[in-house]
């Protein structure tokens, strides 16, 4: 079974500085994991994508994540904000080959102050 | 681009109406998903097709099912609608395995409100 904790459901960050939104995941395979993003009224866009290449993938919008095995996580960070970055953002695992479904976190909400 | 896209954005039926949430995707994906997104559980997968007219549930198919009887369309249905089916309706495609078939593309969704 596979599962996805997002530490923190609402992270709020003044425009200009680094973001950070943290994710853990649980998983009896090797994971695809993934970050994707939604904004209001918006549908789910991909921001990065992890597949056993490099643990340190980069994204759009600036946007990276780091795979760390040993602590079980996958935390998104940006080095500074944008007003336009606020959304809710997802982390997702992938890993049952059995099945082709993603499991999904339950969801950071990020707001950035001007 | 891959486009994917649902019937209605915003749907309100009454309690006990059959309702249908159309959705078609238009790159020839053979994977098509619907997931239900609630505030603070994230999406939950009710029902995903791996090919025409095969389904399989997910982890939250009571009260649903779907029909898929060509590629490009995948339909949820629920029989009897009830208020606690008050949700946000995702549909999204991927690609077959081998062919970077984790990515999945998304719809904008549907917001159904059953009163």
């Known amino acids: 079974a596979q599962s996805v904790t997002q530490l923190d459901s609402h992270v709020s960050v003044s425009e200009g500085t680094p973001v950070l939104l943290r994710c853990n995941y649980s998983?009896?395979?090797?994971?695809?994991l993934f970050w994707y993003v939604q904004h209001p009224n918006k549908g789910l866009q991909l921001l990065l994508k992890?597949?056993?290449?490099?643990?340190l993938v980069k994204g759009i919008n600036g946007f990276e994540a780091e795979f760390k095995k040993s602590e079980t996580s996958f935390h998104l960070t940006k080095p500074s904000a944008h007003m336009s970055d606020a959304a809710e953002y997802f982390c997702?695992?992938?890993?049952?080959?059995?099945?082709?479904?993603?499991?999904f976190g339950s969801g950071t909400r990020l707001q950035v102050q001007p | 681009d891959v486009k994917v896209t649902q019937s209605s954005r915003y749907l309100v039926k009454r309690t006990g109406e059959k309702v249908f949430l159309e959705c078609v995707q238009d790159?020839?994906?053979?994977?098509m998903f619907w997931y239900r997104q609630d505030p603070g559980l994230g999406l939950r997968l009710i029902y995903f097709?791996?090919?025409?007219?095969?389904?399989e549930k997910g982890d939250i198919p009571e009260g649903y099912s779907v029909s898929r009887e060509k590629k490009e369309r995948f339909s949820l249905i629920l029989e009897s609608a009830s208020t606690n089916q008050t949700s946000m309706y995702l549909c999204?495609?991927?690609?077959?395995?081998?062919?970077?078939?984790?990515?999945?593309?998304f719809g904008p969704g549907t917001r159904l409100t059953v009163t």
């Open positions: 999204a495609s991927s690609s077959p395995e081998g062919q970077g078939f984790d990515e999945q593309y």
């Open positions: 998983s009896s395979y090797s994971p695809s």
């Open positions: 992890y597949t056993s290449a490099a643990t």
């Open positions: 997702v695992v992938s890993a049952d080959t059995g099945r082709r479904a993603l499991t």
């Open positions: 790159m020839d994906h053979e994977n």
């Open positions: 097709s791996y090919d025409v007219k095969m389904k």
